[in-house]
Structure formats: structure tokens, C-alpha cells
């Protein structure tokens, strides 16, 4: 109970680091998507070439680089806040993704009879189109936070206190890492169940508000 104690005074910054890096992403994978869908290749290409680069540097070597690099030569971070913009730069990659998947879900022809109504593609957009691609986000993005959720545990390398943060400096001060790390787990995995089962309930949702 006691490594309980401890470990459960990690959950806010586990909470904090988990939906401020996907808030960011949230709402920044929104203009990435876009410019990325642009007919402009100069447009679309450099969206592309970040997002792709984004995702294919593992997320520990952005905080490094925000951390240890750009926040000591460039401007001052706090842990915490390094640690968000981190994994939210990564979030926002993956997220684009995420919302470009949810667009391509929604069948052309929904387009094509829009502009044969002389619907504006912005008016579409907006009325037509999101929110169809809402139910083909909903899966997905969930188990993205799910996944970032159990990533958040990275920023203890750079010294941010949360969960896998206490977890190592408890096993180091009583050598029961066995013990410890298993409470951990449990912890991760239940706070990871109300995500899922909200996403479940999301999901229903949008498919009875579909079907009617």
C-alpha cells in the first residue's frame, strides 16, 4: 500500500503530460491535414516531409532535443512543458494522419454531388463531409490516446514526475522493482480502461445518430 501511495501522487502529471500533448495534437493535425490535402505540391510536399518526419523519430529524441537543446540555448521550458510540446509535435503527426484516414473513409461520389448542387466545398466540408469522417476518427483516435497514455511515461527520462518517474525512483531507494513496476502497470492499464470504454460509447453514439 505504501508503493500504492506513492505511485498514485504520479497520476495527475501522467494525466496532465497524457491530454495536453493530445490537445495539441488535436487541434494541430487539423492544418496539417489540410495543407497536406492541398492541390499545390509546393504546399503539399513540405507538410508531408514534416509530418512524415515527425513520426519517424522516436518521440524520446524530440524531448531531448526540446529539453537539453532548444530549451537551454533557446529559450527557458519547464519539465512539464517540454515534455508536453514533445509528445504534442508527435501527436500532431499522427493525429493529420488520423484525420486524413477519417476523410478517405467517406465515399467521392458525396463530393462530386455537392459540387453538382453548387454546394461551396467549405459548406460541404463542414456539413457534409467531417461529420461523417467523426465516426471513422472515433476508433482510431482513441487508441492513439490510449497509446499516449502509456508513452507519457517517457518524459521521466527528463525528469517530468509521473507515474513511471516515481516508479524508478522508488525502486532505486527499496530495491523492489518486482513489486513496484507491477503497481505501476496496474495503474496504466486502469486508467487506460475509461478511454476505451468511452470510445466504445462515442462509437455507438455516432452510429445510432448515423443509422437514424
Known amino acids: 500500500m505504501d508503493h500504492l ?11 496532465l503530460i497524457t491530454f495536453g500533448s493530445l490537445l495539441i495534437g488535436v487541434v494541430g493535425g487539423v492544418p496539417l491535414m489540410l495543407l497536406r490535402r492541398s ?5 503539399r510536399a513540405p507538410v508531408q516531409f514534416v509530418v512524415d518526419l515527425l513520426r519517424a523519430v522516436p518521440p524520446v529524441a524530440w524531448l531531448f532535443f526540446i529539453y537539453y537543446g532548444l530549451a537551454q540555448d533557446v529559450i527557458k521550458l519547464e519539465k512539464f512543458t517540454a515534455g508536453i ?3 504534442g509535435m508527435v501527436s500532431c503527426a499522427y493525429m ?36 461523417q469522417a467523426m465516426r471513422a476518427v472515433v476508433a ?6 490510449i497509446a499516449l497514455l502509456k508513452d507519457s511515461s517517457i518524459v521521466s527520462i527528463i525528469g517530468v514526475v ?24 496496474v495503474l496504466y492499464v486502469a486508467l487506460s480502461v475509461p478511454l476505451a470504454l468511452f470510445s466504445r460509447r462515442l462509437d455507438r453514439r455516432f452510429r ?5
Not at 482510431?140 to 490516446?145: D, I, M, Q, V, Y
Request: glycine content about 10%.
Open 5 to 15: 501511495t506513492v505511485l498514485a501522487e504520479g497520476i495527475p502529471g501522467t494525466l
Open 39 to 43: 492541390r499545390l505540391l509546393l504546399v
Open 85 to 87: 510540446l514533445g509528445l
Open 96 to 131: 493529420a494522419e488520423v484525420y486524413r484516414g477519417g476523410l478517405l473513409a467517406v465515399d467521392k461520389g458525396q463530393w462530386e454531388a455537392a459540387r453538382a448542387l453548387g454546394i461551396s466545398e467549405a459548406r460541404v466540408f463542414a456539413e457534409i463531409i467531417a461529420p
Open 140 to 145: 482510431p483516435a482513441t487508441s492513439f490516446a
Open 162 to 185: 509521473e507515474i513511471t518517474y516515481l516508479a524508478n525512483t522508488q525502486t532505486q531507494l527499496t530495491f523492489e522493482g518486482l513489486t513496484i513496476f507491477t503497481i505501476a502497470a
Open 208 to 212: 445510432v445518430g448515423f443509422a437514424r
